[in-house]
């Protein structure tokens, strides 16, 4: 079973650029989310879709983009990257039985 | 102010020793969730619970709504159990989740 699939796992940007981070699931869940992880503080909600066409801003949406155009996938786009958003993320999906599956996390770096 | 409060931040224990890791939270909730994350790795699901007692292995989880604590125990700990340990909690069965900020736990051989 694959589960939460997220890529890329490690990413260098310069300040400006845009990148698009991948997620996709394989378990028909309808709730997928975003989140960030940054040291000493918990997971930050960025972005969350409780379904294909709905999104919806969480904590820290600032500087971040979504889309949900299929059950599958649940894309982030950083638009113009900035040193503040350094972190790792994480893409997450949950269904009717609220049990959390998380992907592998991607390690974002902007210089 | 963080709903979820984790407590200790940081645990180092012997091979062998019994490990507690301790939940608050602040708000009502209809379920709480003990995660764990390697390093360097992703994170997965240990337990949910709604109330009561979950065992799996050499792990517990137990959960008092009253008084909105939970606590996540290790018992025989091991150190292929160091990890942070993370507490989630799930307000209205709507998947939006709440976590704390992570129990680092190091496990000396």
């Known amino acids: 079973n694959a589960g939460v699939t997220q890529t890329p796992k490690f990413q260098v940007l310069k300040t400006g650029q845009s990148m698009t981070l991948q997620c996709a699931q394989d378990?028909?869940?309808?709730?997928m989310s975003w989140y960030r992880q940054d040291p000493g503080m918990g997971l930050r909600l960025i972005h969350y879709?409780?379904?294909?066409?709905?999104?919806d801003q969480g904590e820290v949406p600032n500087g971040y983009n979504v889309s949900r155009s299929t059950t599958e996938d649940f894309p982030l786009r950083l638009l113009s990257a900035a040193p503040s958003q350094t972190s790792v993320y994480f893409c997450?999906?949950?269904?009717?039985?609220?049990?959390?599956?998380f992907g592998e996390g991607s390690w974002l770096t902007v210089v | 102010k963080n709903e979820v409060e984790q407590s200790p931040q940081n645990l180092t224990a012997q091979e062998g020793e019994f490990i507690t890791i301790n939940c608050s939270y602040s708000?009502?909730?209809?379920?709480l969730h003990w995660l764990q994350q390697h390093p360097g790795g992703g994170i997965v699901s240990l337990f949910m619970?709604?109330?009561g007692k979950k065992k799996h292995g050499r792990l517990i989880a137990t959960i008092n709504i009253q008084e909105k604590h939970s606590s996540l125990h290790i018992t025989a700990s091991h150190p292929r159990d160091s990890a942070v340990y993370i507490c989630?909690?799930?307000?209205?069965?709507?998947?939006?989740?709440?976590f704390g900020t992570g129990t680092s736990l190091t496990v000396i051989p």
């Open positions: 997450a999906s949950s269904g009717g039985s609220n049990t959390i599956y």
């Open positions: 378990m028909n869940h309808e709730y």
């Open positions: 879709s409780v379904g294909a066409g709905i999104t």
């Open positions: 708000v009502g909730i209809s379920a």
């Open positions: 619970l709604s109330s």
């Open positions: 989630a909690v799930d307000r209205f069965r709507d998947n939006q989740f709440y």
